[in-house]
């Protein structure tokens, strides 16, 4: 079974998979009221309905879902990885860092 | 698409879905007699909480308007106030006070006065037999959706609830206010990183303004408490079901706000205006206190859409839950009402939306929600703005 995955906007560099997904598994990417599709090969194993990069971002570049940020990147990340708080910082409710 | 419901027409102009009598207590003390007589007598539905005391001036102001705004709210045909002796600025005998304006039935029980709990506890069962003798008499009407205040609410988000059940919460708000009728959201926390869309969709630059400062007071409050946010907001279950961040939390569950313009903003739990169209009220994220608010504003019905799975409701507000995670509908369909998980395999917004407007008009008509079907309260919880005392 070919393995989905929702692009909400078309300016999101993240796209969502539809169930879980493995290691090196072609992803069909469609992007919300469009036709085209386009592949992603994941380079990590994905719980089911997580983020992935659709495309390579840069360390500190905005993570866009719904059009709008949702974060930074913590690190480079590469286009199929998995995305999560493991490479994603919140812009925002962060006592943390005004504490320092 | 219908657009009426069979309702109980209140003397004040509101409509009524239910028609329960109502146990308000006024303090924390006379719970146990709310909750006796909402045991012993039908249909008769206890509001408790562990407030009414000891709290400074504007907190408790919060907590007598939420109570108020409950013996208010439409669902409850006729009010007994309970409280044990007599708390400034909460009495029962200023909250039936407030109530009596409302033109339906209310009466008061004081613990001292009727000669301690045992007597009260004789008056007050009484009084809700005679009172439901009374009210049950009445019959339902056919009513306009400009009557309804669809509320809506989410909670244990994960990454199916901006992609499913919150917009199909979106697509009953458009079909409600294109009825002539009201939405009201809130959980101002989830709207932290949302505000381009908040400038966006305001009616006015006023009510943009209102809703921008309450996101930033709410911020302001996080941050002074020196801690990173994650793991409170979004929470440890937000955070496994795969939302990374406050802002994509809030994105996603900004799209149960539909399409229409935002009309207004209230402070919490007072009551909203009576423009047709989408209204927000400032509540934190936290489940119960937001829809404890919501209720209090007058709304009859409250969808509650949810990606792990929830068993919240409130005694009052007839509240739906539904979910997008076919995994979650599975586990918890016992206290769950939709499963708009089709979505993932082809099903479209206006399918699983228009099941969803079915189920709310339904449940506004008499259908019992599952949680009315096992007599399960959970979700009255007043929000706090200052310290015990």
Same mark, same amino acid.
């Given at each position: 079974?070919?393995?989905?995955?929702?692009?909400?906007?078309?300016?999101?560099?993240?796209?969502?998979?539809?169930?879980?997904?493995?290691?090196?598994?072609?992803?069909?990417?469609?992007?919300?009221?469009?036709?085209?599709?386009?592949?992603?090969?994941?380079?990590?194993?994905?719980?089911?309905?997580?983020?992935?990069?659709?495309?390579?971002?840069?360390?500190?570049?905005?993570?866009?879902?719904?059009?709008?940020?949702?974060?930074?990147?913590?690190?480079?990340?590469?286009?199929?990885?998995?995305?999560?708080?493991?490479?994603?910082?919140?812009?925002?409710?962060?006592?943390?860092? *005004?504490?320092? | 698409?219908?657009?009426?419901?069979?309702?109980?027409?209140?003397?004040?102009?509101?409509?009524?879905?239910?028609?329960?009598?109502?146990?308000?207590?006024?303090?924390?003390?006379?719970?146990?007699?709310?909750?006796?007589?909402?045991?012993?007598?039908?249909?008769?539905?206890?509001?408790?909480?562990?407030?009414?005391?000891? *709290?400074? #001036?504007?907190?408790?102001?919060?907590?007598?308007?939420?109570?108020?705004?409950?013996?208010? +709210?439409?669902?409850?045909?006729?009010?007994?106030?309970?409280?044990?002796?007599?708390?400034?600025?909460?009495?029962?005998?200023?909250?039936?006070?407030?109530?009596?304006?409302?033109?339906?039935?209310?009466?008061?029980?004081?613990?001292?006065?009727?000669?301690?709990?045992?007597?009260?506890?004789?008056?007050?069962?009484?009084?809700?037999?005679?009172?439901?003798?009374?009210? +049950?008499? *009445?019959?339902?009407?056919?009513?306009?959706?400009?009557?309804?205040?669809?509320?809506?609410?989410?909670?244990?988000?994960?990454?199916?609830?901006?992609?499913?059940?919150?917009?199909?919460?979106?697509?009953?708000?458009?079909?409600?206010?294109?009825?002539?009728?009201?939405?009201?959201?809130?959980?101002?926390?989830?709207?932290?990183?949302?505000?381009?869309?908040?400038?966006?969709?305001?009616?006015?630059?006023?009510?943009?303004?209102?809703?921008?400062?309450?996101?930033?007071?709410?911020?302001?409050?996080?941050?002074?408490?020196?801690?990173?946010?994650?793991?409170?907001?979004?929470?440890?279950?937000?955070?496994?079901?795969?939302?990374?961040?406050?802002?994509?939390?809030?994105?996603?569950?900004?799209?149960?706000?539909?399409?229409?313009?935002?009309?207004?903003?209230?402070?919490?739990?007072?009551?909203?205006?009576?423009?047709?169209?989408?209204?927000?009220?400032?509540?934190?994220?936290?489940?119960?206190?937001?829809?404890?608010?919501?209720?209090?504003?007058?709304?009859?019905?409250?969808?509650?859409?949810?990606?792990?799975?929830?068993?919240?409701?409130?005694?009052?507000?007839?509240?739906?839950?539904?979910?997008?995670?076919?995994?979650?509908?599975?586990?918890?369909?016992?206290?769950?009402?939709?499963?708009?998980?089709?979505?993932?395999?082809?099903?479209?917004?206006?399918?699983?939306?228009?099941?969803?407007?079915?189920?709310?008009?339904?449940?506004?008509?008499?259908?019992?929600?599952?949680?009315? #079907?096992?007599?399960?309260?959970?979700?009255?919880?007043?929000?706090?703005?200052?310290?015990?005392?």
């Amino acid at each position: 079974m070919t393995l989905r995955a929702l692009i909400i906007d078309p300016r999101d560099n993240v796209a969502n998979l539809i169930g879980p997904g493995s290691k090196g598994a072609e992803v069909q990417c469609t992007v919300e009221r469009q036709k085209e599709t386009e592949t992603v090969r994941l380079l990590d194993d994905i719980p089911s309905n997580h983020k992935f990069a659709r495309t390579d971002i840069q360390a500190g570049e905005p993570i866009v879902k719904y059009g709008l940020s949702i974060g930074r990147a913590s690190k480079a990340i590469r286009r199929g990885e998995y995305v999560h708080v493991h490479n994603i910082e919140s812009n925002r409710g962060r006592g943390d860092l *005004q504490a320092k | 698409m219908r657009d009426f419901f069979y309702g109980y027409p209140r003397p004040d102009g509101q409509v009524g879905i239910r028609n329960h009598v109502l146990m308000l207590s006024g303090t924390l003390y006379a719970n146990p007699t709310c909750e006796r007589v909402a045991h012993m007598v039908q249909n008769t539905i206890p509001i408790v909480h562990p407030l009414g005391r000891c *709290q400074i #001036a504007p907190d408790l102001a919060q907590t007598f308007r939420t109570l108020v705004g409950h013996g208010n +709210n439409p669902n409850a045909g006729a009010v007994i106030v309970v409280d044990h002796f007599k708390e400034q600025g909460c009495t029962a005998d200023d909250i039936a006070h407030e109530v009596a304006k409302s033109g339906k039935p209310v009466e008061v029980v004081n613990i001292r006065r009727e000669g301690g709990a045992i007597e009260a506890l004789a008056v007050a069962t009484r009084l809700a037999v005679e009172m439901n003798r009374k009210i +049950n008499m *009445q019959q339902r009407e056919r009513t306009g959706l400009n009557k309804l205040i669809y509320g809506f609410n989410c909670g244990t988000s994960d990454v199916t609830s901006g992609l499913a059940h919150n917009r199909c919460v979106g697509w009953v708000c458009d079909r409600v206010i294109e009825a002539g009728g009201r939405a009201l959201g809130a959980e101002v926390t989830e709207m932290m990183g949302g505000e381009e869309l908040i400038r966006a969709r305001a009616k006015t630059p006023e009510v943009a303004a209102k809703l921008l400062g309450m996101i930033e007071r709410m911020e302001k409050s996080i941050l002074a408490c020196g801690v990173d946010l994650r793991g409170s907001q979004p929470t440890g279950d937000n955070i496994a079901g795969g939302l990374s961040t406050i802002e994509e939390k809030s994105l996603g569950a900004m799209q149960k706000w539909g399409s229409k313009p935002i009309v207004g903003a209230v402070d919490y739990a007072f009551p909203i205006g009576e423009e047709s169209g989408l209204w927000l009220m400032d509540t934190p994220g936290h489940g119960g206190e937001s829809i404890t608010g919501i209720a209090a504003s007058g709304s009859q019905v409250m969808s509650f859409s949810t990606g792990g799975g929830h068993t919240i409701n409130h005694p009052l507000m007839i509240t739906m839950r539904l979910t997008g995670n076919r995994e979650s509908w599975e586990l918890m369909k016992d206290t769950m009402e939709v499963d708009v998980s089709d979505m993932f395999e082809g099903a479209s917004l206006d399918e699983a939306g228009e099941r969803l407007f079915n189920e709310v008009l339904d449940l506004c008509d008499g259908k019992m929600s599952k949680a009315e #079907a096992l007599r399960e309260f959970n979700a009255f919880a007043i929000n706090r703005c200052g310290p015990s005392v």
